[in-house]
T-cell receptor
Framework: DTEVTQTPKHLVMGMTNKKSLKCEQH?????MYWYKQKAKKPPELMFV???????INESVPSRFSPECPNSSLLNLHLHALQPEDSALYLC?????????????FGNGTRLTVT | QQQVKQSPQSLIVQKGGISIINCAYE??????FPWYQQFPGKGPALLIA?????SEKKEGRFTISFNKSAKQFSLHIMDSQPGDSATYFC????????????????FGKGTKLSVKP
């Protein structure tokens, strides 16, 4: 099984709700990522944290708010989402941001916005 | 220039056959080419990766062939098994600080492989 743990596995939320996705890794990795994946599409990068600092925000709407409380944890806070935000949200980690540090993905949170 | 074009979109192969998935790129700054395998309900997992200083890399039944002059690379799965049925994504990245996204992976659109018993 994957060494990157994401909770919850499934989430249904209304457009006015506030919810959070959680991701945890204990591999000592110092880079963590959020990706969004729509059905039959490749993962799309949303955010990158390196040594607990946000290093990349790929022009993601402010209704998505990432947080990295420590080197093992990554959260994605959700507020006022739209139905088109329904997707699989994948967390990943890598040893660092060096190019050949393999990405280790979690199994994702399947989000449905109603 | 940032795109990675992957084909075919879907592939059906008989058990024991060879599966071949092709990718092409334009950005000559790309210098790292991984392949990811994704099973339904799971996250992608790194399968094999290559750098342009070699033309071929083999790991078990999986081989990457790389043609630098043609800017193409491909994944060959020998003796394909039903357990190989998954979606495969090629990807590319540049070690240069390209557009502020150093090292970020550019994924192909994916190939859904079905291996029939």
């Amino acid at each position: 099984d994957t060494e990157v743990t994401q909770t919850p596995k499934h989430l249904v939320m209304g457009m006015t709700n506030k919810k959070s996705l959680k991701c945890e890794q204990h591999m000592g990795h110092r880079a963590m990522y959020w990706y969004k994946q729509k059905a039959k599409k490749p993962p799309e990068l949303m955010f990158v944290y390196s040594y607990e600092k946000l290093s990349i925000n790929e022009s993601v709407p402010s209704r998505f708010s990432p947080e990295c409380p420590n080197s093992s944890l990554l959260n994605l806070h959700l507020h006022a989402l739209q139905p088109e935000d329904s997707a699989l949200y994948l967390c990943a980690s890598s040893q660092d941001r060096r190019q050949n540090s393999p990405l280790h993905f979690g199994n994702g949170t399947r989000l449905t916005v109603t | 220039q940032q795109q990675v074009k992957q084909s075919p979109q879907s592939l059906i192969v008989q058990k024991g056959g060879i599966s071949i998935i092709n990718c092409a790129y334009e950005n000559t700054a790309f210098d790292y080419f991984p392949w990811y395998q994704q099973f339904p309900g799971k996250g992608p997992a790194l399968l094999i990766a290559i750098r342009p200083d070699v033309s071929e890399k083999k790991e078990g039944r999986f081989t990457i062939s790389f043609n630098k002059s043609a800017k193409q690379f491909s994944l060959h799965i020998m003796d394909s098994q039903p357990g190989d049925s998954a979606t495969y994504f090629c990807a590319a990245s540049s070690g240069m600080n390209y557009g502020g996204s150093q090292g970020n992976l550019i994924f192909g659109k994916g190939t859904k492989l079905s291996v029939k018993p």
